[in-house]
């Protein structure tokens, strides 16, 4: 018999901004008290101001996960939802949060952990039968892998020490290169080699599970334009993707954690690589956490992605596939501006 689901009365965001604004919109359709944490410049902003408590944090601010903790447990709080970014993929902060007997709204710390190294991300996904690249850890064997290869970094994300290898001459100029800069921006230079798809498309796929089974995929979002690895503009639904791969992706995408050991896959995103005209698709990632552009590029369905989250911790999502309608919901956009300097094309310093 599975444990009782623990009762939330209030959530504690442990973000700021938009997006602690945006769950808290959802915590009070739920009749939860929502509790903010803020530093002294975001004193009178809107979401602090929105909050029914707002707690003070010192100069650590929303990386300082003991602060935080001890702010749930102050205001009342029985549960703590992470947003994106600051701590939301640091898996010591969500089992602090555990461990303080609160509720966690998110991704367990061992999925946290898993999916946080693409090595092992990836060989769950081979596991569990999903289509992915050909890929290699040896980092000398470039044929193995096939040319043209992208070297890629283990941890973090973001386009870093990542670089695309076209003869087998330039492959250990490469990895060296990816290392160091894997090294310098995560403290981690594993890298691994994987094939590369000239003029792909990169889509993604969120989607959604229970800790009794249940997963939904919530449609997709076109992430091709790119520059320097990082996405540009974004777009859902994707505009030009045929039904049958569309369909094809979203069920690869949900079979990844239905099929693997993972367990509790709360709110995730399934990254995907389809070559120009094909109707062939290969997983490449799989991210825990709630989608940085959410609100703008939120997949293509009517369902609220914070609020499925929020009722799924310990509970039934209470709908199938089948529920989730992607009809007449119009194309949303997210367009991230770069800066850089114009005589390197490299980025400006903030």
Request: contains cysteine; hydrophobic residues 35%; proline residues 7%.
């Amino acid at each position: 018999m599975s444990a009782t689901p623990p009762t939330i009365t209030g959530v504690l965001v442990a973000n700021r901004g938009e997006i602690a604004r945006r769950v808290f919109r959802t915590a009070r359709g739920m009749g939860l008290r929502c509790v903010a944490v803020y530093v002294d410049a975001d004193a009178g902003t809107p979401y602090v101001t929105e909050a029914d408590v707002a707690v003070r944090l010192a100069d650590g601010g929303h990386m300082d996960g003991d602060a935080i903790v001890a702010a749930a447990l102050a205001s009342g709080a029985d549960a703590i939802h992470p947003g994106y970014g600051f701590l939301a993929e640091n898996a010591a902060f969500a089992t602090a949060v555990a461990n303080a007997g609160l509720t966690w709204i998110g991704p367990t710390a061992e999925i946290i952990a898993s999916m946080g190294d693409k090595i092992g991300a990836k060989a769950t996904a081979v596991a569990a039968g999903v289509p992915t690249l050909p890929s290699s850890e040896d980092l000398t064997d470039g044929d193995a892998v096939g040319y043209p290869l992208l070297v890629k970094a283990a941890a973090g994300g973001g386009g870093k020490g990542m670089h695309v290898v076209d003869r087998p001459e330039d492959l250990a100029g490469a990895v060296a290169t990816a290392q160091r800069e894997a090294m310098t921006a995560f403290g981690d230079d594993r890298v691994f080699l994987e094939r590369y798809v000239p003029k792909a498309r990169h889509v993604e796929i969120q989607i959604l599970g229970d800790s009794h089974g249940g997963l939904v995929h919530l449609g997709e979002r076109e992430c091709s334009i790119q520059r320097r690895h990082q996405k540009v503009v974004e777009e859902s639904p994707a505009a030009t993707l045929a039904t049958d791969l569309r369909n094809s992706m979203g069920t690869a995408a949900s079979e990844w954690p239905r099929g693997s050991a993972i367990s509790r896959p709360a709110r995730s995103s399934s990254s995907s690589t389809t070559p120009p005209g094909s109707s062939s698709s290969w997983r490449s990632t799989l991210d825990y956490r709630s989608s940085t552009r959410s609100p703008r590029r939120s997949p293509a369905s009517t369902w609220s992605g914070s609020s499925c989250e929020s009722r799924a911790r310990g509970k039934p999502l209470g709908y199938e596939q089948n529920d989730v309608s992607f009809e007449a919901t119009p194309s949303k956009h997210a367009c991230m501006p770069r800066t850089q300097r114009p005589g390197t094309y490299r980025p400006s310093e903030p």
